[in-house]
Structures are given as C-alpha cells and as structure tokens.
C-alpha cells in the first residue's frame, strides 16, 4: 500500500497564492508518475496537472502559466504551486500516485479562493 498526505490547503484572495505538498509513504517504486487532480461542488474531479520521475509534466489548459508542479524524489513528495489564483480554482485537491498499474489517492485539501 501507498500513502498519500497532502498540506497547504487554505483560503486566499483572488490573485494570491499557494503551495500544496503530498508526501508519499509505504510501498514505493521508482517509476511513478505523481500529480493533482481538483473537485469542485457538483463537478466531476479533473486533472490539474502530473509529473513523471524525470520530471516531464502536463498541465490542464485552465492552469497553465499559472500553477507549477514539482517534485523531490528523494523524499517522495509531490508539490503544486499555485499563482494568480481565481475563485474558480476553488475546490478539493487531491494527491495521486500512479506505479505498478495502481492509483492511489490522498484525502484531499480545501483551497478556497475569494473574489
């Protein structure tokens, strides 16, 4: 099994920012793919942006130039800084780790943007 905690939720005014962590734990492989995928209230949960291990990303069309992912591998961690904020960046973001075939998921942090 695979861990995921997520930090750095929180609420910030529009045109702020914030960084999101997700440290991984547990059985960890080296090939993986680590990303960020949001849900807001009454939509379906979307992708937000993935990194590969050797650091090739993508991002959704709505973030780009706006939100960097990164990551540290040797600790595991996953971050998403997120820049120029919109209350439409409101939502759950979730921490996922692909290896092996498997997906696996944290349990989300709030960010909340206000206009």
């Known amino acids: 099994q695979v861990q995921l905690v997520e930090s750095g939720g929180g609420l910030v005014q529009a045109g702020g920012s914030l960084r999101l962590s997700c440290a991984a734990s547990?059985?960890?492989?080296?090939?993986?793919?680590m990303g960020w995928y949001r849900q807001a209230p009454g939509k379906q949960r979307e992708l937000v942006a993935t990194i590969t291990r050797i650091g090739t990303t993508t991002y959704a069309d709505s973030v780009k130039g706006r939100f960097t992912i990164s990551r540290d591998n040797a600790k595991n961690t996953v971050y998403l800084q997120m820049n120029s904020l919109k209350p439409e960046d409101t939502a759950v973001y979730y921490c996922?780790?692909?290896?092996?075939?498997?997906?696996?998921w944290g349990q989300g942090t709030q960010v909340t943007v206000s206009s």
């Open positions: 996922s780790r692909t290896q092996l075939g498997h997906d696996y």
């Open positions: 547990g059985r960890i492989f080296s090939i993986n793919v």
